[in-house]
């Protein structure tokens, strides 16, 4: 991708079908919806979402940094099970004797 101009409002940008396809993750809006099939180009004009692929890839990392923290802490509660849980065991209380018994 290369920016080739300015425009009072950003960039004039050129960028290949592929690049845009990556960059958009295939959601663009307007008439040229066709745009997407093999050897169709995208109309000039064409408005490629670019915010909410950006804004779905920082949810993925979020969601990522989630079970990483969760995963830690899986992982610490089977270390503290498998030393602590042992030695805290105890017996089963022995079971009441059953009524008429005197003993």
Not at 30 to 55: H, K, L, M, Q, Y
Not at 67 to 87: C, E, F, M, V, W
């Amino acid at each position: 991708m290369k920016i080739i101009g300015h425009t009072p409002g950003g960039y004039l940008i050129e960028a290949s079908e592929f690049e845009l396809r990556l960059l958009s993750g295939g959601k663009a809006s307007g008439t040229d919806g066709g745009w997407r099939e093999p050897g169709r180009r995208a109309a000039v004009g064409t408005v490629f979402n670019v915010s909410d692929v950006i804004e779905h890839v920082n949810n993925l990392r979020r969601m990522r940094d989630n079970a990483k923290q969760a995963a830690g802490y899986l992982i610490a509660l089977g270390k503290h099970l498998q030393t602590d849980l042992p030695n805290m065991v105890c017996e089963p209380p022995p079971p009441p004797a059953p009524e008429g018994d005197a003993a």
